[in-house]
């Protein structure tokens, strides 16, 4: 009976020593997890750079929000489904302490949201004479398709009419799509500029002033904001450019969008 007691006796002063050396051992610093990304829009198959910004972490673990993960510390990932994903990365430290930050990546289609007509040369270069030959005034008509529909536009608005050949000029005219837009898809896209005339014969009154053709998908993007090529990464706004390469052309286009 005796040696029970001294035994239970010795396994209670290990139960106290060891529980003394785990109060002893203060925790480590507490870890803050934090992420910035290099665009909150993007294309499908178009890479988004994660840079961690956690602090007393020893390892990570990311999710995507696609279902697929990382435990690299400054993962670069593509989406090939569209949508709003969540983006989650947890921070451990050694003794295993735990913090969680999210941040939400929309990654989205081109969608086409204003075209605008920056220049146009109101003479007709073979003429020299103004478009507008029955007097009743510069009438700009724009028309936008995809090529394998033309001549039939999706998108044939008059955006301006009786104008001075001087307004025209200076004015900047577009087409504005309703607030979805209008989804780009990669295939190649006609914008026409006719001149109209109500005097004439019908099938004369559409004169066609210019044409270009070109695939949106594959055109450079600029940020709107700063000109500077590639789109806004804040806000997934983006435009390119079609038509006059010079002064003495007649338009020049350009095509706001946005990743939606
Ligand atoms: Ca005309
Ligand atoms: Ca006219």
């Known amino acids: 009976m005796r040696s029970i007691y001294s035994l239970l ?3 209670s002063l290990f139960v106290v020593a060891l529980a003394c050396k785990s109060d002893d ?3 480590l610093p507490a870890p803050t997890a934090e992420f910035t990304m290099d ?9 988004v750079s994660f840079t961690n910004n956690s602090a007393n972490a020893v390892s990570y673990n990311w999710a995507f929000g696609d279902g ?4 690299q510390k400054d993962p670069s990932k593509s989406y090939n489904v569209l949508g709003k994903h969540i983006v989650e990365l947890t921070a451990t430290t050694e003794d295993n302490q735990m913090d969680s930050f999210s941040d939400t990546v929309t990654v989205g289609n081109r969608t086409l949201q204003i075209i605008f007509v920056g220049r146009i040369n109101w003479l007709n270069p073979e003429t ?6 029955d007097g009743t005034g510069p009438d700009l008509v724009i028309g936008f398709t995809r090529s394998a529909l033309f001549p039939s536009f999706e998108t044939l608005a008059l955006v301006a009419e009786n104008a001075s050949q ?11 799509f309703d607030e979805d837009g209008l989804t780009l898809r990669d295939e190649n896209y006609i914008i026409a500029l006719f001149e109209y005339d109500e005097d004439k014969p019908e099938e004369e009154q559409l004169e066609l002033m210019s044409l270009n053709e070109l695939n949106p998908i594959d055109a450079s993007a ?3 904001d700063s000109g500077d090529p590639g789109k806004n990464p804040e806000t997934g706004e983006g435009f390119f450019v079609s038509g006059a390469s010079s ?5 020049l286009n350009y095509f706001l969008f946005n990743i939606r």
Do not use: Y
């Open 128 to 133: 020299s004479n103004p478009w507008d030959d």
């Open 39 to 47: 665009k909150r829009f993007a294309e499908l198959n178009e890479l």
């Open 247 to 251: 002064e003495n052309d007649s338009t």
């Open 25 to 27: 051992s203060d925790p």
């Open 9 to 11: 006796f010795i396994i």
């Open 166 to 176: 001087d307004d025209i000029a200076n004015l900047t005219v577009g087409v504005q």
């Open 68 to 71: 697929t993960s990382s435990t």
């Open 222 to 224: 600029f940020d709107p």
